[in-house]
């Protein structure tokens, strides 16, 4: 079965800081990889998504991601954070069976 | 462009009381369109897939006669929760597919049962 692991419930990072979220996953054959925002009370926005090609993906509002497959992860990247993106981040993958399954969520706080 | 539009954004309803969720794709068209469910503080779960045409396909666990999922058109597909109870109090979301875009995501509605 395909599974999706994003180990930190919560980050904090400090505005002007990069910041990471992290992203694992587990699937049969190759990954579609997608990132994901999620306000409160709203609906998913789409970030990012890594299909083939470049490993490093560039995406929405100067998000970035790195697929490494060795690895089996998908780590969402920012340089420079803003107060703005703090949000809950999802991570999701299909695999094999075709469907979107998603990570369990990581509540980015960016600190002014 | 791959918009997709979702109603209503919030609902309180009665217990015993059905309810009917409105996914609609404005700007393409979706043969298939995917149904989940938020819980607080959790991620989401795929309830169902709906095919426009044909029967939904259930998530193991999920009840089909009380979620009951309509997909008559390419652009609307609908969740109705039959008989509501506090327990179906959740956030939904649907989706739909675009080949060229991939999933596209529906703004949400919070269900509160009373």
């Known amino acids: 079965a395909q599974s999706v692991a994003q180990p930190e419930d919560q980050v904090n990072v400090a505005e002007g800081n990069p910041l990471t979220v992290k992203c694992t996953y587990s699937?049969?054959?190759?990954?579609?990889l997608f990132w994901y925002v999620q306000y409160p009370n709203r609906g998913l926005q789409f970030l990012l998504k890594?299909?083939?090609?470049?490993?490093l993906v560039k995406g929405s509002y100067g998000f970035e991601a790195e697929f490494n497959k060795s690895q089996t992860s998908f780590h969402l990247k920012k340089p420079s954070a803003l107060v703005s993106d703090s949000a809950l981040y999802f991570c999701?993958?299909?695999?094999?069976?075709?469907?979107?399954?998603f990570g369990t969520g990581t509540r980015l706080t960016i600190i002014p | 462009g791959a918009v997709v539009s979702q109603h209503p954004s919030r609902v309180i309803c009665k217990s015993g009381t059905s309810v009917k969720i409105e996914c609609r794709s404005l700007d393409f068209q979706a043969t298939t369109m995917f149904w989940y469910r938020q819980f607080p503080k959790q991620s989401l779960m795929l309830m169902a897939t709906?095919?426009?045409?044909?029967?939904?396909?259930?998530e193991q666990g999920v009840e089909k006669d009380k979620f009951l999922i309509n997909h008559a058109s390419l652009t609307l597909s609908t969740l109705t929760v039959t008989s509501a109870h506090p327990e179906d109090s959740s956030f939904y979301i649907c989706?739909?597919?675009?080949?060229?875009?991939?999933?596209?995501f529906g703004s949400g509605t919070r269900l509160t049962v009373v």
């Open positions: 999701a993958v299909i695999g094999g069976n075709e469907k979107l399954t």
């Open positions: 890594y299909i083939t090609g470049d490993n």
């Open positions: 699937v049969s054959g190759n990954p579609y």
């Open positions: 709906s095919n426009e045409g044909s029967k939904a396909t259930y």
């Open positions: 989706s739909a597919m675009r080949v060229t875009n991939g999933y596209t």
